[in-house]
């Protein structure tokens, strides 16, 4: 029909679609220069061929119009998570840093980089070590008088080595309010079954009304029962249930964001920075596994910087230093390595605003709390999930409840 057309006009309904016709995410300058790509929408029914391989998908309470002749079917984003055997390396969600925490786009990082949605300045992000990946996501809804309460959305994801994270919150995780917000729900956007997460799918026409990710699903490689016994890796590899996240038992701001990591043979350290914050730590385990603290994002590597490598010396702690912004709060201002047989005595003062931790194999975890704005660091002392009650496909944490 030529290369210049520019307007068609359909005037018999033999021709039931065309073209699906709906807002690409827009890219920044920033999202350009960093070579993020677009995932093209495509559009998804129940079946998603071929055998062996399926996806799932959660709705939540927005209502939105359905597609003429398609009622079951949903115009989405698809985001992939493996090409053939190449699993990414990471995962990226970028928080609303002002208002609410909404998310506002998820990234993958490999060889490339893929957004889904948009870069905000909260990035939290979780690296996976070669040949991991995940087999578990979950996501917190809260729903009240028949409406979605956009504050406090979450996602918690597991993988196939036993390992967790959680995107948003930390209040998600932890209490609920009674009255005109219903019960928070975790529901399992995945199967449940044994499988490999190959790719997330988030719904186009309520990301584009409300710009922020609600409705969201998963594909799935499942994988034979045989395989299963193969590849756990450890007794503890979390298959199934609902990701284990620390707990603890302090009042804490709905805005504030945990992580945590332990300072057990550590190989590599890298700092990100912005001004004069420091954002994140990127540990880097002698067995490759890899853990973030703090804010991480991979798509602006002009902030980020090595701290300490092996190579230097064996490493005896770290001493995390924050300014003050006010009577109670502060920002991570520096990070400084201890090496063994230093000449560099560590902190001895009592200031709450300089700490040091020791670098030994105890199993003791360290945790960064954040907000868009602010920083600290404690240990992480207090027990982990025990059980999850199950209502239908949804759960409600009550083991996670501030007592």
Not at 192 to 203: L, M, Y
Request: charge should be neutral; aromatic fraction near 8%.
């Amino acid at each position: 029909m030529g290369s210049d057309l520019q307007m068609l006009y359909v005037l018999a309904d033999d021709i039931r679609l065309i073209k699906l016709g709906f807002k690409e995410p827009d890219q920044t300058r920033a999202d350009i220069e960093s070579g993020a790509d677009n995932p093209r929408p495509v559009l998804l029914d129940r079946d998603f061929s071929p055998i062996g391989r399926s996806h799932s998908f959660v709705r939540t309470c927005i209502e939105t119009p359905k597609i003429p002749y398609y009622a079951d079917h949903r115009p989405c984003y698809y985001l992939p998570l493996a090409n053939g055997s190449e699993y990414v390396s990471g995962i990226a969600v970028y928080m609303e840093p002002i208002i609410d925490l909404g998310i506002k786009g998820i990234a993958s990082h490999g060889r490339s980089t893929q957004l889904l949605g948009q870069r905000t300045k909260c990035s939290i992000h979780m690296a996976l070590s070669p040949g991991e990946y995940l087999n578990s996501l979950w996501m917190h809804i809260s729903c009240g008088h028949k409406r979605l309460i956009r504050s406090h959305y979450a996602l918690s994801v597991s993988t196939n080595r036993g390992r967790s994270h959680h995107f948003g919150p930390y209040y998600a995780t932890q209490r609920t309010r009674r009255g005109y917000e219903e019960f928070p729900q975790w529901t399992q956007v995945s199967s449940g079954r044994p499988s490999k997460i190959t790719g997330i799918i988030v719904d186009a026409l309520t990301y584009n009304i409300q710009q922020d990710v609600f409705d969201m699903g998963v594909t799935e490689e499942y994988e034979p029962d045989h395989e299963e016994l193969l590849e756990a890796p450890s007794p503890t590899a979390v298959r199934h249930g609902f990701p284990d996240i620390p707990i603890v038992r302090i009042e804490l701001r709905s805005t504030v964001m945990q992580s945590t990591a332990t300072l057990d043979d550590i190989s590599n350290l890298q700092v990100r920075k912005v001004g004069l914050r420091c954002m994140g730590l990127r540990i880097l385990h002698g067995d490759g596994t890899i853990e973030i603290l703090g804010q991480w994002d991979p798509a602006d590597p002009t902030s980020i910087s090595t701290l300490y490598d092996v190579s230097e010396g064996p490493l005896a702690g770290l001493t995390f230093q924050t300014t003050p912004v006010d009577k109670l709060d502060s920002y991570m201002s520096d990070i400084t390595p201890i090496l063994q047989n230093s000449r560099v005595a560590p902190q001895t003062t009592a200031s709450p605003f300089t700490q040091d931790f020791a670098c030994k194999r105890d199993g003791q975890r360290l945790a960064w709390w954040f907000t868009p704005d602010l920083d600290s660091v404690s240990l992480c002392n207090a027990g982990r999930v025990k059980h999850i009650k199950r209502r239908s496909q949804a759960f409600f944490p009550s083991s996670l409840l501030r007592y």
